[in-house]
Nanobody, 126 residues
């Protein structure tokens, strides 16, 4: 089973930026769709962004569209989430998730995720 490790979280002021990274264990990364999800205090896990196996298609939650960008580097087995114009409501633990071979709208179903990272805390202050 693929192992995922997130990094890059931290404390930032509203309007600032952060770049999250998710490093995968290896062999199956190039055949896996990847996604970012977040969980705020008292709320369930929420879809943020996803990228297809090939990297040719990206998907975003309406709440982050135009502010966040997901990308992947298969040579480094890493997926990134560039977060700009951060808002206090973006505060959450951010998780990386992998779906082997992808699939239509898999990211809308947390139960379809094959493996999760441990999460990284993002806190946006006003």
């Amino acid at each position: 089973q693929v192992q995922l490790v997130e990094s890059g979280g931290g404390l930032v002021q509203a309007g600032g930026s952060l770049r999250l990274s998710c490093a995968a264990s290896g062999r199956t990364f190039s055949s896996s769709a990847m996604g970012w999800f977040r969980q705020a205090p008292g709320k369930g896990r929420e879809f943020v962004a996803a990228i297809s196996v090939s990297g040719g298609n990206t998907y975003y939650a309406d709440s982050v569209k135009g502010r966040f960008t997901i990308s992947r580097d298969n040579a480094k087995n890493t997926v990134y989430l560039q977060m700009n114009s951060l808002k206090p409501e973006d505060t959450a633990v951010y998780y990386c998730g992998v779906k082997l071979f992808g699939g239509s709208m898999w990211y809308t179903r947390p139960d379809l995720v094959d493996s999760w990272g441990q999460g990284t805390q993002v806190t946006v202050s006003s």
